[in-house]
Every structure is written in C-alpha cells, then in structure tokens.
C-alpha cells in the first residue's frame, strides 16, 4: 500500500518504531495524539519487561528482590501467555530456558498488539484514513479501513542475497514477524539442544495478533524447513521458512507450495 502521508518514527525496545498513517486526514491532532500515546505505551512496557534495565520487574525478579505477587499485573499475564506457549510448542518456546523468567520473545509483539490495538485500530473508522500501520524491529502490525481495497504490501527478504526478495505477503489487516538469524546471526537459541541455531534461516508467520505471529516466527525459525508442523496451530493464518536454498509456504498448518530451490539464491 502507498501514500503514506504521516510516518513517525521513536526508539523503542532496543530498535525503532515506525508509524504509518495512511491518507488526507494524518495530520489531524487524534491522529497525533495517538501515536504519542503508543509510544509512550511501548515505553512503560519496557520499563517493566527489560531483562536490561536493572530495575525492570523481570529483572528484579531474576534477582530475588521482587516476587510475582508483588509485580507489575502485566507481569503475571504474559508469564500465562509464556506457559501456553511452553506447552502448545511442544518445549521450543520456552521463557525460562536460562533458569529464569525471560519474555524477550514475546513481550515485544505483545506489548505492540496492546497499544496498536487501543490506539491505532479506531483511526482506521475516522473519515480521512486509509490505513495504518505499525513495525517494531521488523515486525508489523496493520489496520485497514473497510472501504480500501488495496492491501499492504510486504516483501520478505531472501536470508542468502539481502538485497533481493524471495516473496511478498499482501494483507488487509493483521500481524506478520519474521524471525531468523539473516540479520543477527546466531541469536536464536534451541531450548531443546541448549545451543544456538546455526546457518541461514529466515521464517515469516502472518497471525491475527503480533503476539502470536511473533511468538510463532521464532518456532518457526528453530524448526527450520523440515518441519512445518511446528507451526500448525489454531491461529496461525499462513507463513513460510528458508533457508535461502529452500523456501516452503504453508497455510493452516498446511503445505501450499512444493518445496522447490529458490531461484533467487542461484
């Protein structure tokens, strides 16, 4: 989708927070107050989360000094998203894989969904805009109005040539992560194997909410491209996993495209 009249742009969570506005009517004062209000979000969010900031909740809890009763609530709800996650991934999301509590790999699709979902979403009904959008780190979530017809347009990059694309995703509305080691190397950690995941692997899931889309991208990742049932899981809309050799798509758990070489990787 383009035409992008209003793009913001803050530092949040360690990365960048870019905001996409779509239309005539970006400029209003709403549409600013909106946006302040997301980051500012976003920002008491990691306040509480940051397995970085010394006097975070959770790192506060790691040490002993703060006990789950007497945590931010915030707390309590995604360590219950973190369980769920632990048992439906059969082990590979597992938050507490260091020997303590870390959401790091939730808490930022989570804590994006809350503000886009508050803040953002009922821009969308206000005459003037098309569309709006917000990504974190890479990972998106968009809004659309009901009278669009055109979609946003994602383009997933090819983890073997970083300046080329192996796929566009288009969607209305919705959330889509990708998680890998193109950009970071090897960041992501196996709690299975205890070890990181090594060599080129870049997996992309498109959910209704970021949490699940960015929970699931990092399953993804650690399963690689031999095993797309990892990710067949109510809620999960479609995604797709490479290794900048191989690229297979999935939908509903299900494979829609035989695995076949990527020609751009050539």
Known sequence: MNGAARVSTAEVMGTVASIHVLGPG???????????????????????????????????LRTGVLSLRDADPRVEQVRDLCAE?????????????????????????????????????????????????????????????????????????????????????????????????TERGAHLIDPLRGSPVVGLISATVVAPSLTLADAWATVAALAGVDELAACAVPGIVSGLVTDGRMLRRWAGGIEIVAPDPLTAAA
């Open 85 to 181: 996650l632990l048992e439906s991934s059969d082990g590979r999301f597992d938050a507490w894989w260091r020997g303590w509590f870390d959401p790091t790999g939730i808490v930022k699709g989570w804590s994006v969904d809350r503000a886009a979902q508050r803040l953002l979403a009922p821009l969308v009904e206000r005459e003037g805009i098309d569309a709006v959008g917000i990504g974190v780190g890479g990972d998106m979530r968009l809004f659309s109005a009901a009278r669009k017809t055109r979609p946003w347009r994602i383009g997933i990059v090819n983890p073997a040539v970083p300046d080329a694309l192996c796929a566009t995703i288009e969607l209305f509305e919705g959330a889509v992560a990708t998680s890998g080691t």
């Open 26 to 60: 970006g400029g209003e004062p709403e549409v600013t107050e909106a946006i302040e209000g997301v980051v500012a979000m976003l920002r008491d969010d990691e306040r509480v989360f940051s397995p970085f900031l010394s006097d975070s909740d959770i790192s506060r």
